[in-house]
């Protein structure tokens, strides 16, 4: 006759939520029945397993503790399970005033290691925390530096969390969100959504995932650039079940996870035809196991290698006491609840328990639990595949990050790139189009080329009456003014062609273009309005006309160096107080391949630039209204001593067209587009430019080709005559010098 050591055995069979270890059942059922076909284990006794169903709730597991704790015909030497921690924490805590040992196959909660509020409890498996460590490689691997965490509000989790925060500070990861709910997590998705989070751990049993990746679906909160990590334990297929609770269909749970990762326990040994401790190898065991399973109608669970390796540890502890509790005179009979002889032997005995199992092989640590190597899998297509394993003990020992990669398995990711852990912005700096670059400064260019010839013609026929009346020496420097508003296309664009361009060169291109464009405005047009003066000043007969007396060609000269005496002090000022640098301006994005494209701007810009600015325009404004009026005002006047006057009239009005088209055009898109921009600058300055010098000089080529010498009997000089109706006192200033 044998004796029954009756264990208590704890599953979670009708369970509505949390962890159901039912599918453990067939395995602690299979490796008893090989415990107890062992002669030489256990002589004289028996393992009988009295079977309790916690529901994963820590009221049915103290329950199910009571009853079996006050059943008179089966006295309990050990418990087995429960499975899962919320039923498993009340037990442990409460089953050392019993004198019971404890050994559970699954339950993870990291607060079960704490020996002083748990001290009988014993683990097959690694407490959860084990997760961390393996998550926080996967995120260094991938360069997530930017994650989420959402937990159930429960025990387990709630250790795992702060673990694993400390874990990610000491990483210098930041934890952007930190959400945990009960029942519902609307808000939880809601608060992801808002902080843009892409990189999500997720801290939950099953029941509570499906609940989360529904209420994603629903919020919109899915899609390729989104990476959930997940716990591995979770049922095959744990999508499909069917939850009254939730809401949404199997398909749309597994699209809203996405390409999850996960992480899980390496729970069935890869050493799979090495013998074990029951003489078969894991790879026998998991044929009878699944044998078992479908015999039992139990579903599967991948802690079952746990499981069949809790029942051997302890059968091969209470074998081990038998002999040890027989030189005190004590066998296993005399376990009883109230004195702790058999406890003490039995704990030592478990403690110090080694052997290869259907896991691998079983050592417990100081805490009573071991620690295992991980698989780090990855949602492909329709299954988990795993793709790689981490191993603490690499990490431990410095040798890598842990994470090993399986041969021919990778990570798979939409497009090939793996998700970044924030959107991705590319900031795109406007370049003007070469092609408009290239015609733009090739049109200047050529403006250049023929301002120097009409430069060399006017100096080369300075002795014809024609040319001399005309004022060449203020036509000449009018040339000049036009030659630095040309350079100035060239300016405009070059900072903005090249991609190369560094900051610096483009504030000094800055500064460079403002000197050089006032000071070539100013001597262009000055040119002309100084001679439009003078012609106003001519033929308007007033008391201030003749007081002044006569406007001579260095008057003009006076008058134009000292328009360009000012711009030069105003420059001066302005940049010695607030110097141009450059402004690097955001243009509103858009997306393109999963990453925002920011258009960069670069401008000239600085400190009260809009006064500065404004001032300048407000005074060349007023230049050119005054020019405006006086070439009005002489709009009739054609007198051969002035023989330039109205095509120099026409220029003004063109000027003055030009720029009140092209200021605040200019003004409104060189924030925008750097092309129509720089399109309109440069067909303004070649156009005006190129306008106002042929005007004046094609008329004068003309005029010598036809009448090559005016004899100076017919000198206007002379004649003082005009075609005007009028006759005018004041025309001996018309002298040239
Ligand atoms: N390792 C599965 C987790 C079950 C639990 O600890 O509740």
Redesign the pocket.
Known sequence: ATVDLNVGAYF?FNTTS??N?AGVWPAVHLAAEHVNQRSDLLPGYKLKLHRKDTR?SDAYAIKALIEQLSDPLASIVALLG???????EPVASVAHFWNLIQV?Y????PR?SDKSRYPNFFRI?AD?TNFNVAIVALLKRFNWSRVAVVKQDEG?FNDVNEDLQAMLKKEGITLIAANSFVDNPDNVIKDLKEKDARIIISLM?EDRCRKLMCSAYKNDFYGPHLVWLL?G?YTEQWWKKYDPDVNCAADEIKQTAGDYLATE?IIFSTNRNAKTVADLTPNELGHLYEARRQNLSEQENS?APYGYDAIWCLALALNRSIAVLAKQNFSLTNFSYKSNEVLDVLYESVYNTKFHGMSGYVQFNKNGERKNKMWIEQMQGAKEVRVGIYDPLLRLNFVTDGLTILPNKSFQWPGGKHPTDQLIKIYHRQRINTTLFIVMVVLAFVGILMALSFLIFNIQNRAYSYIKMSSPNINNIMVVGCIMCYSCVFLFGAGILLESTQVDTYSTICKVRLWVMTVGFTVAYGAMFVKTWRVYRIFTNTQMTRELGALRDRHLVGILVVLVVVDLVYLAVWQSMFPLTTDIKELPGYMEEGAIVIPVLWVCDCEHLTTWLGCLHAYKGLLLVIGLFLAWETRNVSFPALNDSKQIGISVYNVVLCASIAAPLELALSQQNVNVSFALTGAVINICTSFSLGLLFFTKIHAIKVEPFTPHSQDPYRASTTSSSRAHPNCPACKCE
Do not use: F, H, K
């Open positions: 979670e949390g962890w270890s994963c429960p499975g899962c921690s919320i039923a498993a559970s699954s339950a993870g909660s079960l498996n959860e387990i049993y716990r334990w326990e802690y």
